[in-house]
């Protein structure tokens, strides 16, 4: 009881057990014959698996908070609330980690020096002793995941899902192997997704570079030269030159061509002509593309067909020959000239840039803000790379899943990510899903050495299936980690076999994520949901917004400006870790912390677990141990407060509900904050304080108990999803109703989703009408000096019966809040000397100040005070009626003079208001 409960919260020392309560309950896993067997409504969300080997993080805390909330909601609401967790084996950040460990612990060794199967036992051994890291962290900040469910994307189960889909796709066409040019990241050595190279705007330089024209162009060098090229120049010495621009030109190694638009008139006499290559000794022609803008530039591009995308394709359409210039690792290869090769690109570029002004073919550059992509994981800049990789053709896939958002079935919140997820799925590319690493899902093709043949099979094959040969080799990439996380929704349910799990569980009912993966994962898990599933996997998806420091900087590692949720938890507790969070978690709008102040960042969620502590050890005090009645008892003996409050509650229970379901957060944590601090801290514990000291009859007493405890209960159930241990340990030792049968726990307690049978009309605007009346009395006591202590008389004027009737109940409530001890109506009341206002409902309350204040040395210090501010007012005058001042000084401090004006004469008005009051005006 409430002698357990110490005079201060200690986080530490209630969040761990309860938690770990809740789970050996088996309070948090949901088995699938709950839904089947007894009929429950199941409430699905499964967790975006975080990296395997990655520590908590502020965006993580935000991500899992807001699932918890929606779990623990649902599942007070009686459903069958399933939060399946898990990780993903994150292919480049986990195999990065690795190498750098090996190469640290073994003299710089890689993972070649090593060999595949002992570089994997590495990995393994690696994830097996930190991986379960971050799911031991989520514990900690509460979340209420289903841990028996625990998955890992390279799990049995949901690698023959990965097979499985692989082999489907393949057979249906939509899996090939082609050359194509993909994003390459030197630095990770394996391709990228077009999601997975993150362009970034950055400032560089366009350069301008002279190609000279074959001899024989001359004469369609001056005919293109009289059509308006003026791109075409002739130099000192007689040759014909045409101008391209570049912001890599070390590509130009690779060049095999120049383009212009068939429709461009001005280069129309040289399309055919050739172009001698500096610095290669090579000739390339000149073709025709309508790729090319002939607005763009000069209208003439170089064309390096294999290091860009578009210039790949300019290729395929003009048979410009293909020519590679870059190794893997980004340096220049043997097709370069000699004094060239070996070169990183960077350092190749200048070398470049410095060869063309010696031969006098540097026509200059200027700054030019353009899109670099880098790789998502090391931040390299990615280079367009010409190879060989394994594809899946996602315009079949995408439409589906793009109907589904144009229905209505599909949500979106906030609502203007719909238009950014169906644009993208309009424009969908196809999605390169090989990665030239070991650690992954390796693809599932054998390749043949006698047929040149690919076998795709479900089952590791013992020989071709084109010819029969035993000379097959498996092929060294590995998927594209998207490609096991896309299948999440119905692969952590073990499909491909068809269980009781995938039939409870699927389709799921939300997704809670970052906008940062709408493409990578979000909309792909709905394309597959819809192909091997039929249906989409969740109903709504919610993007949070982003965590950001005070300064809106994203929170990095490299700016040092991250905070630990864990330190959070340890030195403030997870409810206020949470609280805070989801206090500023408005739909779609970034989150900010200062991470050099923990204590101030954290403040408000600290502050309210404070707060309901104090109220709860205050309401369990008061209460006591002895039997509470049930509400349906007292209703005869309720008051104005009794009936307010459970009308507050009923409301606020009501829009919390709609909150909670629309995904609003923050509008939750608002309604619930007003609620519990101002209506049920602020006010109602005040107003039942003397009743539950039996000031009053007894009956009165009881009611009292009665509703608080009913009230304490419904408050700490709304609040539970939001702030769960603090609540949960105050909820354990409320005094239950007489002939009522107490939850298990307030995890499984039902979810108090309002009754309009409560909402009182009446009892909330006489209500409204008392504390107005006094925060009034009290506004007025401070405002004329009188006395906290010091009893007064206040007269009411323009009150109907109703309010009277209110106000008389009250009357001892006024005397214990505001320290009223005659309170008089009528408009016939009231003379003499005294402060007025005028409550927002139109009564008019008068304050009679005689014997409260000593009303002589009151009005000498206001008419000094209304003498000084005359005075400062003159001042201010004389100098705005100087028009040197006016016109000479700078605006702003003319400005700030102006200012001061409108303030002194408002404060004067208002002691003049005072002094004609007290004077008996």
Not at 7 to 29: C, N, Q
Not at 534 to 561: I, Q, W, Y
Request: hydrophobic content about 40%.
């Amino acid at each position: 009881m409430s002698d357990a409960l110490p005079t201060r919260l200690d986080p530490a020392s209630i969040e761990r057990p309860l938690y770990e309560r809740s789970r050996e309950r088996g309070l948090f896993h949901v088995p699938a014959s709950r839904v089947l067997a007894d009929g429950a409504d199941p409430y699905v969300i499964v967790i975006p698996p975080p990296n395997v080997t990655a520590v908590l993080h502020m965006g993580h805390g935000l991500n899992n908070t807001v699932q918890d909330v929606l779990i623990r909601f649902e599942r007070m609401r009686g459903r069958a609330a399933l939060w399946v967790p898990g990780t993903d084996h994150a292919g480049i950040a986990t195999q990065n980690v690795v190498e750098r460990k090996i190469a640290s612990e073994r003299d710089g060794a890689t993972r070649f020096d090593l060999g595949r199967e002992a570089f994997l036992r590495e990995v393994w051994d690696f994830v097996n002793d930190t991986g379960g890291t971050i799911l031991e962290q989520l514990e900690a900040i509460g979340a209420s995941c289903d841990w028996e469910r625990t998955r890992f994307t390279l799990d049995p189960g949901l690698s023959k899902a990965v097979r499985e889909v692989f082999v489907q796709l393949h057979e249906r066409g939509l899996i090939y192997r082609g050359e194509y040019i993909i994003n390459w990241c030197p630095r990770c050595g394996t391709a990228l997704s077009n999601e997975e190279a993150e362009a970034e705007e950055s400032e560089g330089r366009l350069h301008h570079l002279r190609y000279p024209l074959a001899p024989e162009a001359a004469a369609a060098a001056q005919a293109a030269r009289e059509a308006g090229a003026d791109a075409i120049e002739r130099t000192d010495d007689g040759r014909w030159t045409l101008t391209v621009s570049t912001t890599r030109p070390e590509t130009m190694l690779g060049d095999t061509g120049v383009a212009v638009h068939p429709a461009d008139e001005r280069y129309a006499p040289l399309v055919g002509a050739e172009v001698e290559l500096p610095l290669a000794g090579r000739r390339i022609p000149i073709v025709a593309d309508d790729w090319v803008d002939p607005e763009f530039g000069t209208g003439m591009v170089k064309v390096t067909p294999a290091h860009d995308p578009n210039d790949f394709e300019i290729a395929r359409r003009t048979g410009l020959e293909i020519l590679n210039v870059l190794t893997p690792e980004a340096a220049t290869n043997e097709n370069v000239p000699e004094p060239f090769r070996g070169l990183d690109r960077f350092d190749a570029r200048r070398a470049v840039l410095e060869a063309f002004r010696e031969a006098g073919l540097f026509a200059g550059d200027e700054p030019h803000t353009h899109a670099i992509p880098r790789c998502y994981r090391c931040d390299t800049v990615v280079e367009p790379r010409l190879s060989e990789q394994w594809f899946v053709r996602m315009e079949p896939l995408a439409e589906p899943a793009l109907r589904a958002s144009r229905e209505g079935t599909v949500r979106f919140h906030p609502d203007r990510w719909t238009k950014v997820y169906e644009e993208w799925l309009e424009n969908i590319r196809d999605w390169c899903i090989s990665r030239q690493l070991w650690w992954g899902h390796r693809i599932p093709a054998w390749h043949c050495a006698d047929c040149a043949g690919i076998t795709v099979a479900r089952e590791d094959p013992d020989a071709c299936a084109t010819c029969g040969s035993i000379a097959i080799e498996q092929d060294p990439d590995v998927l594209d980690t998207w490609f096991s996380s896309w299948l999440w929704p119905f692969s952590v349910f073990d499909w491909p076999d068809s269980g009781d799990d995938l039939k409870a569980f699927y389709p799921g009912h939300t997704l809670v994520t970052a906008p940062e993966i709408l493409f990578f994962w979000v909309a792909r898990m709905i394309m597959a949901g819809y192909e091997f599933q039929g249906e989409t996997p969740f109903r709504d998806v919610f993007l949070h917004g982003t965590v950001r420091d005070a300064k809106g900087r994203k929170m990095s590692k490299s700016l040092g400006n991250g905070i630990d949720p864990i330190e959070v938890v340890d030195r403030f507790g997870a409810d206020a870790l949470r609280y805070t969070v989801l206090s500023m978690c408005g739909v779609g709008t970034d989150i900010h912390l200062d991470h050099e102040d923990l204590e101030a960042a954290f403040a408000p969620g600290r502050n309210f677990a404070n707060k309901l502590w104090n109220a709860g050890r205050f309401t369990l005090m008061s209460v006591g141990e002895g039997t509470v009645a049930p509400i349906a008892a007292v209703e005869g003996d309720l008051r104005t407060a009794d009936r307010w409050i459970l009308s507050r509650l009923a409301k606020t229970s009501a829009g919390m509900t709609r909150a909670l379901e629309r995904f609003r957060l923050h509008e939750a944590v608002e309604r619930a904050h007003h609620f519990f601090w101002g209506d049920f801290a602020d006010w109602y514990l005040e107003l039942v304080k003397g009743r539950l000291r039996g000031e009053e009859d007894e009956a009165s007493r009881q009611a009292a108990r009665a509703v608080l405890v009913h009230v304490f209960d419904r408050t700490l159930r709304l609040l539970h999803p939001l702030v769960p241990f603090v609540t949960e340990h105050l909820w354990d030792r409320i005094p239950w109703p007489e002939g009522e049968e107490r939850p298990e726990s307030l995890l499984v307690a039902p979810w108090p989703g309002g009754d309009p049978a409560r909402e009182d009309e009446a009892a909330e605007e006489g209500m409204a009408v008392f504390q107005e009346l006094v925060t009034t009395v009290r506004s007025l006591r401070k405002e004329y000096g009188v006395g906290e202590g010091a009893p007064v008389t206040l007269v009411l004027r323009g009150a109907d019966p109703a309010l009277r009737s209110t106000l008389e109940g009250e009357r001892s409530r006024l005397h214990q809040l505001a320290r009223v001890e005659t309170l008089e109506f009528g408009d016939g009341v009231g003379g003499g000397v005294g402060a007025t206002a005028v409550l927002s409902s139109g009564q008019e309350v008068f304050l009679p100040l005689e014997g409260l204040v000593d009303l002589d040395r009151e009005r000498a210090r206001l008419a000094g005070e209304i003498e000084r501010l005359e005075g400062q007012l003159q001042a201010i005058a004389k100098k705005l009626a100087n028009e040197a001042f006016v016109t000479r000084a700078p605006a702003e401090v003319v400005e700030k003079e102006r200012q001061k004006e409108s303030s002194f004469r408002a404060q004067r008005d208002t002691l003049r208001e005072k002094l004609a009051i007290l004077e008996g005006v």
